[in-house]
């Protein structure tokens, strides 16, 4: 068999480690031979490990094909993909092809009265927090098409993404748009838009307490450092770490008024390096393995 070296990220399950993985001092760590799997593949990312040499077992190439046709239906995936595309060169996020891909839930969602009129202030407010609130949304509801989220959840999650940041409406705009590196006293100030936007959304009815949560905490991290609650993995509810990453993958690849975007390439190694730690390690390898097919 032919020694291939491969990402993480890319390799498939059914991939036959060619080598032992051992730590910084020569301890093993994952023995050659071991088929990969999903908790394989977890637990190296976990690990930091970027690339591994792997034999392609040819009993599960047939099974490949199938899964990955199976994965997502192809129509969608190749709008998914146009649409990753799209938002990586820092174009308008299109409501038909979200629409396409959601049986017209996205507009239906970002149409409802309290979230419309959001939208609409926020539009005339902050041109950015707007096009990352409709981003956030699109790829919130693309990791839970990956999920295979029923149409009530898929609806909810859409919901998370668009507000997580409402609470940012609280905040100055000279802060959100600076320039500058933020002192100190001016960051503690930006990470009260949870807080924020917590309180904004806490009465409103039409809000469920899930997408409430996700407003609230999607920037608490895995291992208990982020805020504002310093809560940890087994606390932080599904939605508002699905949020994180969308949170975090659409900043890095669109531009800012203090920094430039970086390319999809980049924003996966970045991500990956945020597993564990920061992001839920399986939530991001479901993202990361088929935002992956979108450029590759």
Do not use: W
């Amino acid at each position: 068999m032919v020694k291939n070296k491969r990402d993480i990220v890319t390799c498939e399950y059914g991939d036959i480690l060619a080598e032992n993985i051992v730590d910084n001092v020569g301890q093993l760590l994952i023995k050659e031979s071991t088929i990969i799997d999903k908790n394989i593949k977890m637990k190296l990312m976990e690990m930091g490990v970027q690339y591994i040499y792997v034999y392609k077992n040819q009993e599960s190439e047939k099974e490949e094909k199938i899964m990955k046709i199976n994965d997502i239906y192809e129509k969608d995936r190749v709008i998914i993909k146009k649409t990753f595309e799209r938002l990586s060169q820092g174009k308008m996020l299109e409501t038909r092809e979200a629409n396409e891909i959601s049986d017209g839930l996205f507009e239906k969602i970002v149409n409802e009265p309290f979230i419309n009129n959001y939208l609409t202030d926020l539009y005339e407010r902050d041109s950015y927090t707007y096009i990352h609130s409709l981003n956030v949304g699109y790829y919130c509801m693309v990791l839970g098409k990956y999920l295979k989220f029923s149409h009530y959840n898929m609806g909810e999650i859409i919901k998370a993404g668009v507000l997580h940041d409402i609470g940012k409406i609280k905040i100055p705009l000279k802060l959100l748009n600076k320039k500058e590196k933020l002192s100190k006293e001016e960051f503690e100030i930006i990470k009260l838009h949870p807080l924020l936007g917590y309180d904004i959304v806490k009465n409103v009815d039409s809000i469920s307490e899930d997408v409430k949560l996700a407003v609230l905490m999607h920037h608490e991290k895995e291992n208990g450092s982020g805020y504002p609650n310093g809560l940890k993995g087994q606390d932080i509810p599904l939605y508002a770490k699905i949020c994180a990453i969308a949170d975090i993958y659409d900043a890095l690849t669109t531009n800012r008024a203090y920094k430039k975007k970086i390319t999809p390439t980049h924003a996966f190694k970045i991500l990956r390096s945020m597993a564990g730690d920061h992001l839920n390690v399986e939530l991001l390898l479901i993202f990361l393995e088929n935002a992956y097919r979108c450029y590759f």
